[in-house]
């Protein structure tokens, strides 16, 4: 079930103008549900609305993502969306933001912009040794007509890639909660390597995520923090196929 909510489109000051251009966030959620109050708080100075995928009645263990993102942007796409930020529920942009963001979107619209994706070991550290110190997501990409998407497998783009956006960096971050409970780290590993185990998807596995010797952490630098505040519940928030990877 998709829901839409739209706000008032505001003026927003891009690099030499005033622009009004309407900028949605999209995501769905399903073991995550409890967290998407805070992520629409978070989003609330940034975009103009929001379109959700509730995945919660779902038969199958897993559905497909490919088929809830291309239903999310043929949604926004049809709410005269300009602009689209895809997003999760365990996952919230410095609070910056709110005022960059009209500088983002003003610009060409050939553009897809990127955030540092930190990966949350505390609520207020993030890992920064080797492969996570490197991770980006470009999010935040232009509306594009829906027979234009093509089907995405896991990890794959929101975007179609052969429209050729340029890849740009926001110079903003993405903080992701989910790796804050040891435990989570070690059931992300497990899911992946279930729904993916011949690594075809990708080269490097899975393994690292659950992998803490040498870790480096960074705390949120002054200025840079995200809102709402979070307090992590200890919860799983995904699917356990721990029973798959002990048979």
């Given at each position: 079930m998709?829901?839409?909510?739209m706000?008032?489109?505001r003026?927003?000051r891009g690099?030499?103008f005033w622009s009004?251009?309407?900028i949605?966030a999209?995501?769905?959620?399903r073991?995550d549900?409890?967290?998407?109050?805070d992520?629409?708080?978070?989003?609330?100075?940034?975009?103009?609305?929001?379109i959700?995928?509730d995945?919660?009645a779902?038969?199958e263990v897993?559905s497909?993502?490919?088929q809830?993102?291309h239903?999310?942007?043929c949604?926004a796409?049809?709410?005269?969306?300009?602009?689209i930020?895809?997003?999760?529920?365990d996952?919230?942009?410095e609070?910056?933001?709110?005022?960059r963001?009209?500088q983002?979107?003003s610009?060409?619209r050939?553009?897809?912009?990127g955030?540092r994706?930190?990966e949350?070991y505390t609520?207020?550290s993030?890992?920064?040794d080797?492969?996570?110190?490197?991770?980006m997501?470009h999010r935040l990409f232009?509306?594009?007509?829906?027979?234009l998407?093509?089907?995405?497998?896991?990890?794959?783009?929101?975007?179609?890639?052969?429209?050729?956006?340029?890849l740009r960096?926001?110079?903003l971050?993405l903080y992701?909660l989910?790796?804050i409970?040891?435990?989570?780290r070690a059931?992300r590993?497990?899911?992946?390597?279930?729904?993916?185990?011949?690594?075809?998807?990708?080269?490097?596995?899975?393994?690292y995520?659950?992998?803490?010797?040498?870790a480096v952490?960074?705390?949120?630098p002054?200025?840079?923090?995200?809102f709402?505040a979070?307090?992590?519940d200890?919860?799983l928030?995904?699917a356990?196929?721990?029973?798959d990877?002990?048979?």
């Amino acid at each position: 079930m998709i829901a839409v909510e739209m706000k008032p489109l505001r003026w927003r000051r891009g690099r030499w103008f005033w622009s009004r251009q309407r900028i949605v966030a999209v995501f769905s959620y399903r073991y995550d549900a409890h967290l998407v109050s805070d992520l629409i708080a978070n989003l609330d100075p940034v975009v103009d609305g929001w379109i959700a995928f509730d995945d919660r009645a779902a038969a199958e263990v897993f559905s497909s993502e490919p088929q809830r993102r291309h239903a999310l942007l043929c949604a926004a796409y049809e709410a005269g969306a300009d602009w689209i930020l895809a997003m999760d529920p365990d996952e919230r942009l410095e609070t910056a933001a709110a005022d960059r963001i009209g500088q983002l979107t003003s610009g060409s619209r050939r553009n897809a912009w990127g955030f540092r994706l930190r990966e949350m070991y505390t609520p207020a550290s993030y890992r920064v040794d080797g492969v996570w110190g490197q991770k980006m997501q470009h999010r935040l990409f232009p509306a594009c007509r829906p027979d234009l998407h093509r089907s995405q497998g896991l990890h794959g783009a929101w975007f179609p890639e052969d429209l050729r956006f340029k890849l740009r960096d926001s110079g903003l971050n993405l903080y992701h909660l989910k790796m804050i409970e040891p435990k989570r780290r070690a059931a992300r590993r497990d899911l992946y390597n279930h729904l993916d185990p011949d690594r075809r998807l990708q080269q490097i596995g899975y393994d690292y995520l659950a992998d803490e010797s040498e870790a480096v952490l960074e705390v949120i630098p002054a200025g840079r923090d995200y809102f709402p505040a979070h307090t992590d519940d200890g919860g799983l928030r995904m699917a356990d196929v721990s029973a798959d990877r002990q048979g």
